[in-house]
């Protein structure tokens, strides 16, 4: 078997994820890692066995003549480096936030799409076990035949500290759109996926921690094109009891005309038809990677679309809806107001 060839620019905090999921596919061969720090890229080539390193992406693209890269670098590189392998007819897998603003997402989608480059985004959190089983189950009709709401409340807690986010994301403090951009846009992004196109938004954000310039605290209320309505509750200043918050990032509450599914911060998934007890719900789900190796997930959605032809879920496309949303979440907190016809808009 041919296997496709990849390269990687980034080897900062998240990079590790990546390179582990593409160790464990078997069509990929990882040949190349290109960082600016080259200490950073020495360190990740011996321990996941990548034979070349880099420090300039056009050299590495120019000489590895590969299949693909993974971009895992900061939102403000990713045009410049979309664009470097758009000129190559390199597809592309890049990690969000996919740019700094939705204009410049925008400019990137059509960089691709214009050199018909395949361009995915990596946004893992759909590709997370629990919330694939919930959508299975929401498509069984284990809660009915309608939809009423998706609630979820996100607590973690790792941002109450004057030094907070230093050790693992440093930049995460200098961002002045926080909560939403960063976090918020993975729940944007699943609550498309289990309850369909988002038409309107109402949002409060609210910042707790003074040393940190961006927004920690909010809560979003949805309203879905189906009629079905969400709330997201986000804090990353307050603490949760789950011994590790960033596993499931929280818990869910979903409700249907027949019952309800619910979503617990150690990964259990329950099931209550309406006149029955709860019960649970048997499902894969693994303590390995990330967030129950939705990594891994992600990046063989990505191989099998490749190989296949296939649309990916979140293609640059794709997901300018998620980031529309996202810039009406801030538009909303505000004016104080709701913003409503983004389903028409997204169209």
């Given at each position: 078997?041919?296997?496709?060839?990849?390269?990687?620019?980034?080897?900062?905090?998240?990079?590790?994820?990546?390179?582990?999921?593409?160790?464990?596919?078997?069509?990929?061969?990882?040949?190349?890692?290109?960082?600016?720090?080259?200490?950073?890229?020495?360190?990740?080539?011996?321990?996941?066995?990548?034979?070349?390193?880099?420090?300039?992406?056009?050299?590495?693209?120019?000489?590895?003549?590969?299949?693909?890269?993974?971009?895992?670098?900061?939102?403000?590189?990713?045009?410049?480096?979309?664009?470097?392998?758009?000129?190559?007819?390199?597809?592309?897998?890049?990690?969000?936030?996919?740019?700094?603003?939705?204009?410049?997402?925008?400019?990137?989608?059509?960089?691709?799409?214009?050199?018909?480059?395949?361009?995915?985004?990596?946004?893992?959190?759909?590709?997370?076990?629990?919330?694939?089983?919930?959508?299975?189950?929401?498509?069984?009709?284990?809660?009915?035949?309608?939809?009423?709401?998706?609630?979820?409340?996100?607590?973690?807690?790792?941002g109450w500290q004057s030094d907070a986010y230093l050790a693992r994301q440093?930049?995460?403090?200098?961002?002045?759109?926080?909560?939403?951009?960063?976090?918020?846009?993975?729940?944007?992004?699943?609550?498309?996926?289990?309850?369909?196109?988002?038409?309107?938004?109402?949002?409060?954000?609210?910042?707790?921690?003074?040393?940190?310039?961006?927004?920690?605290?909010?809560?979003?209320?949805?309203?879905?094109?189906?009629?079905?309505?969400?709330?997201?509750?986000?804090?990353?200043?307050?603490?949760?009891?789950?011994?590790?918050?960033?596993?499931?990032?929280?818990?869910?509450?979903?409700?249907?005309?027949?019952?309800?599914?619910?979503?617990?911060?150690?990964?259990?998934?329950?099931?209550?038809?309406?006149?029955?007890?709860?019960?649970?719900?048997?499902?894969?789900?693994?303590?390995?990677?990330?967030?129950?190796?939705?990594?891994?997930?992600?990046?063989?959605?990505?191989?099998?679309?490749?190989?296949?032809?296939?649309?990916?879920?979140?293609?640059?496309?794709?997901?300018?809806?998620?980031?529309?949303?996202?810039?009406?979440?801030?538009?909303?907190?505000?004016?104080?107001?709701?913003?409503?016809?983004?389903?028409?808009?997204?169209?």
């Amino acid at each position: 078997m041919k296997k496709l060839k990849g390269v990687a620019v980034g080897a900062g905090y998240f990079s590790q994820f990546h390179f582990d999921a593409w160790g464990r596919l078997p069509e990929v061969e990882l040949s190349a890692i290109c960082d600016v720090n080259a200490e950073a890229a020495q360190e990740a080539s011996g321990k996941y066995g990548i034979e070349k390193t880099y420090s300039n992406v056009g050299e590495m693209l120019d000489q590895e003549s590969p299949d693909f890269i993974d971009i895992i670098t900061r939102p403000d590189s990713h045009l410049a480096l979309v664009s470097e392998a758009a000129k190559r007819g390199v597809a592309v897998i890049c990690q969000k936030a996919l740019a700094p603003s939705i204009d410049e997402a925008k400019e990137i989608v059509r960089v691709a799409e214009s050199a018909s480059v395949p361009l995915m985004v990596h946004e893992n959190f759909r590709f997370q076990p629990w919330y694939r089983e919930i959508r299975r189950q929401i498509e069984d009709g284990a809660i009915g035949d309608q939809l009423f709401s998706v609630a979820f409340e996100c607590r973690m807690g790792d941002g109450w500290q004057s030094d907070a986010y230093l050790a693992r994301q440093p930049y995460f403090r200098e961002m002045p759109r926080l909560l939403i951009f960063e976090t918020g846009v993975h729940f944007v992004d699943t609550f498309r996926f289990l309850a369909g196109e988002i038409d309107g938004v109402f949002a409060n954000l609210t910042k707790h921690n003074p040393d940190i310039a961006g927004e920690d605290s909010g809560t979003v209320l949805f309203e879905f094109a189906s009629g079905a309505s969400g709330i997201w509750q986000g804090n990353r200043y307050n603490e949760p009891t789950s011994a590790d918050a960033r596993f499931t990032f929280g818990e869910a509450v979903v409700d249907g005309s027949g019952g309800t599914l619910r979503l617990y911060g150690n990964g259990r998934l329950t099931v209550q038809p309406l006149g029955q007890p709860e019960r649970d719900i048997e499902y894969a789900c693994h303590r390995r990677g990330f967030a129950g190796d939705c990594v891994f997930a992600t990046q063989r959605h990505f191989v099998d679309s490749l190989l296949a032809g296939t649309a990916m879920e979140t293609s640059g496309r794709e997901y300018l809806k998620s980031l529309a949303v996202v810039d009406a979440i801030y538009d909303s907190s505000r004016s104080k107001l709701p913003v409503r016809g983004l389903a028409g808009e997204s169209k």
